[in-house]
T-cell receptor, first 113, second 115 residues
Framework: DAGVIQSPRHEVTEMGQEVTLRCKPI?????LFWYRQTMMRGLELLIY????????DSGMPEDRFSAKMPNASFSTLKIQPSEPRDSAVYFC???????????FGPGTRLTVL | GQQLNQSPQSMFIQEGEDVSMNCTSS?????WLWYKQDPGEGPVLLIA?????ELTSNGRLTAQFGITRKDSFLNISASIPSDVGIYFC???????????????FGTGTRLQVTL
C-alpha cells in the first residue's frame, strides 16, 4: 500500500524564490497535516485540513506561507518569498477523520540560501 | 506551540541493554502515541494507547498510558543497533477529538546504541 507521498524530497533554492511542496495523502484518509521540523523548535504543526477544508492555520509562521488542498488526494504548501530561516524539513501526514493516528510522509528537506 | 516534556533528551547505551523514556504534560490526554524517526525519514508509528492504565507491547517495545492521563512511558528491551533513532511521544488532548485529530509532540529522545 502506498503511504503518504511527498515531493520533492530535497529542494535547494535562493532567498526570494517561490517554493512549492507537494503531498498526496493515503487514499481514504480525509485529514491532512503539514509540519515543519527543525533542531531548535522540533516538530511544529503548521496547518491541517479536514475534508479539504482548512481547520486550523494558527501554526503558519507568516503570510509568506500558504497551503491549499484542492481535492482529497493532493495538497500544496507554498512559501513566497522564501527566506534562509525557512530552511527545515517539511512533513505531510494524513489520518482518518476523528482518528488520532497520523501517518507521515518522508519529508521534504528545504534549504534556502 | 505547546510541546510535551520528554526525557531523557538523549541516551547512549550498549547493545542488549534495556531502555526507558517518558513523556509528561500538564494537560490531560485521551490518546498517547509513540513514533520513531530514522535519519532522513518521517516518523513511523510504533504504539498507540487509548485508555488510562493501558499497557501495550509491540515486539521488544512496551508502552504505558499513565493513570493520571498526563504521562506515558516507552520501554525497549534488549536493544539492538537498529533501535538507533529519535523517539517521539505524541498526545491528543481532551477536546481535540472530533473532525480532525491535532497532536501535540514531545521534544524527542535521541537513542544511540553501541556494540
Amino acid at each position: 500500500d502506498a503511504g503518504v507521498i511527498q515531493s520533492p524530497r530535497h529542494e535547494v533554492t535562493e532567498m526570494g524564490q517561490e517554493v512549492t511542496l507537494r503531498c498526496k495523502p493515503i487514499s481514504g484518509h480525509n485529514s491532512l497535516f503539514w509540519y515543519r521540523q527543525t533542531m531548535m523548535r522540533g516538530l511544529e504543526l503548521l496547518i491541517y485540513f479536514n475534508n479539504n477544508v482548512p481547520i486550523d492555520d494558527s501554526g503558519m509562521p507568516e503570510d509568506r506561507f500558504s497551503a491549499k488542498m484542492p481535492n482529497a488526494s493532493f495538497s500544496t504548501l507554498k512559501i513566497q518569498p522564501s527566506e534562509p530561516r525557512d530552511s527545515a524539513v517539511y512533513f505531510c501526514a494524513s489520518s482518518f477523520s476523528g482518528g488520532a493516528v497520523q501517518f507521515f510522509g518522508p519529508g521534504t528537506r528545504l534549504t534556502v540560501l | 506551540g505547546q510541546q510535551l516534556n520528554q526525557s531523557p533528551q538523549s541516551m547512549f547505551i550498549q547493545e542488549g541493554e534495556d531502555v526507558s523514556m517518558n513523556c509528561t504534560s500538564s494537560s490531560i490526554f485521551n490518546t498517547w502515541l509513540w513514533y520513531k524517526q530514522d535519519p532522513g525519514e518521517g516518523p513511523v508509528l510504533l504504539i498507540a494507547l487509548y485508555k488510562a492504565g493501558e499497557l501495550t507491547s509491540n515486539g521488544r517495545l512496551t508502552a504505558q498510558f499513565g493513570i493520571t492521563r498526563k504521562d506515558s512511558f516507552l520501554n525497549i528491551s534488549a536493544s539492538i543497533p537498529s533501535d538507533v533513532g529519535i523517539y517521539f511521544c505524541a498526545g491528543q488532548m481532551m477536546g481535540d477529538t472530533g473532525t480532525a485529530s491535532k497532536l501535540t509532540f514531545g521534544t524527542g529522545t535521541r537513542l544511540q546504541v553501541t556494540l
